[in-house]
């Protein structure tokens, strides 16, 4: 079975307070919801159907682009041989599963639209471009031209 820690693509230390920053922020949103929003200000529906919207549409690239990747799936760069996938989800974008997870990340900023959210919200976000940007080095190291080329003809994000 593979291992599902890998190597982290930054300096650890941001890698893991990005990481904890944006759970962070999914558990702030998930209990501001949870106890009927009473820490909200009402902030008009408009507010709360693009966090609706975000957050679905978050969860489902979160779950079909696990499922794309398969036993693939790691927290950092894997250590072992794996492979470049360039189907199914991943002919749209090189990282669904990031723009998935910015999307609930940004759902629960928008719902709750508090410091305490929007703060490690954008950290976590920052930082998590900053993990992707260092996981292209290293896929043009591992997979070179093949790497390149769908690089070439697939976004980063969207």
Known sequence: MAEVHGKAT?????FYTGKAAGFWVWFAGFYVYMTAGHM???LGWGFDLAAGVALIAGILLIL???????????IGLPTEETVLRTSGIYRLSRNPM???VHLVTLAA??????WWTVVPGLYSLYVYHLIVMG???FLVHR???DYRFYRKKTRRYL
Do not use: C, D, H, N
């Open 10 to 14: 930054i300096q650890p230390w941001l």
């Open 98 to 100: 990031y723009v998935g």
């Open 64 to 74: 079909v682009s696990s499922f794309s990747l398969g036993s693939s799936i790691r």
């Open 143 to 145: 997979f070179g031209e």
């Open 109 to 114: 900023m928008l719902y709750t639209l508090k």
């Open 135 to 137: 996981e292209e080095v």
């Open 40 to 42: 909200r200000q009402p």
